[in-house]
């Protein structure tokens, strides 16, 4: 879908990866078993499938476009350089989501998500970051999109980070959308949606 959309088009870039670390460094024993069963079952991103996302999603970014990445607590405490490394995003803030509700975990028990934000030089604020009242930590319950999905992402920050960075009729791209949150967030504040998933 990226590959047919203009270089230089897009404003705003929302992707969640299908992080296959996440299964391989949380193995509960209960893959393939109740809530392990849905999340085992989605089709799982290679390091190189997400590199070449992240490819293109930096050539469809127009200059100071944001790119909202979604990254788990592994890629934050190895470093987030390793994944944008080549391309030109450099981060620019950092949002924890706290989903108010109890996770799988060893040792502590997943209560965030984390959400990375990338410009694409040259990098600013001002006048580019309009909504200034986003705290960076973000309490939410989790609402399902358009249909029902194990991964779905918090639909009122999408909205208020979507009005932070575009205009409406602005076209606001999902390439990994599952449950489609993105779209939603996006068509109810007035900004088009481009989005796809494997799953359809
Ligand atoms: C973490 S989920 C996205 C959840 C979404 N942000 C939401 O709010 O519902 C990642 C999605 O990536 C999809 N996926 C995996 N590989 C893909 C690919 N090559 N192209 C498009 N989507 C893919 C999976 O089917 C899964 O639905």
């Known amino acids: 879908m990226l590959a047919k959309v203009g270089s230089e088009t897009i404003p705003l870039v929302f992707f969640d990866p299908q992080y296959r670390t996440i299964l391989d460094k949380q193995k509960y ?3 393939g078993k109740n809530r392990g069963k849905k999340r085992s079952s989605l089709p799982q991103m ?3 499938v997400i590199s070449s996302f992240l490819a293109e999603i930096d050539r469809v970014l127009i200059p100071s476009g944001h790119l909202m990445l979604w990254v788990d607590k592994f890629i934050i405490g190895t470093g987030i350089n390793g994944l944008l490394e080549g391309r030109n995003f450099k981060v620019v803030d950092l949002i ?3 989903k108010q509700r109890m996770g799988m975990g060893y040792r502590t028990r997943r209560y965030s998500e984390h959400l990375v934000i990338a410009q694409k030089p ?14 960076d930590v973000w309490s939410e319950k989790v609402e399902n ?3 029902d999905h194990t991964h779905a992402k918090p639909i009122l920050l999408q909205k208020r ?11 606001v791209v999902d390439p990994a959308a599952g449950g489609y949150s993105v779209m939603k967030a996006a068509l109810e504040t007035g900004r ?9």
């Open 46 to 48: 290679s390091v190189q």
């Open 161 to 171: 980070l979507i009005e932070a960075v575009t205009n409406v009729g602005d076209i």
């Open 122 to 135: 040259p990098i600013r604020a001002k006048g580019v970051w309009r909504v200034h009242d986003i705290p």
């Open 145 to 147: 999109g358009v249909r």
């Open 96 to 98: 924890t989501w706290d």
């Open 29 to 31: 024993g209960n893959e």
């Open 192 to 200: 088009h949606f481009l989005g796809c998933d494997l799953l359809g």
